[in-house]
């Protein structure tokens, strides 16, 4: 019997991060006025998903190429999320403290999903 342990997708900081900060947006989100719920609350509860869900997917995957593919959109849809929350803010949609927060979480998901790129690049064959 062997005792490899293999990589689970909740082992993956980037992930568990990612997966968090999207709930959290969730739940800021839901107690908005119906117009900026619909406009820029959608779009940035969609982005906020994307990131933990595009981490999933990679992970989900077989090839080297397709993981770091997945990986790579979540990054996008991580600087689309820069954006929307600044838009929240500007817009009075977010407090100061909650615009810190939420930009304090982005900048601990971007290195993250970096070093899954760099890990999954290094560590599997082509």
């Not at 082992?11 to 968090?20: T, V």
């Not at 107690?31 to 719920?37: R, T």
Request: net charge positive.
């Amino acid at each position: 019997m062997s005792n490899k342990k293999y990589l689970k997708l909740n082992d993956i900081d980037a992930y568990k991060w990612a997966f968090n900060f999207s709930n959290h947006v969730w739940n800021i989100v839901l107690i908005w006025e119906w117009f900026p719920k619909k406009t820029l609350g959608s779009q940035l509860v969609n982005a906020a998903d994307s990131i933990s869900a595009n981490i999933a997917e990679g992970f989900g995957r077989y090839h080297k190429k397709d993981k770091i593919k997945f990986y790579r959109y979540s990054q996008g849809s991580l600087k689309e999320c820069f954006d929307w929350t600044a838009k929240a803010k500007k817009r009075k949609l977010i407090t100061e403290v909650e615009y810190q927060n939420l930009l304090q979480s982005l900048q601990q998901i971007e290195p993250a999903i970096y070093r899954l790129i760099n890990f999954t690049n290094e560590r599997l064959k082509d």
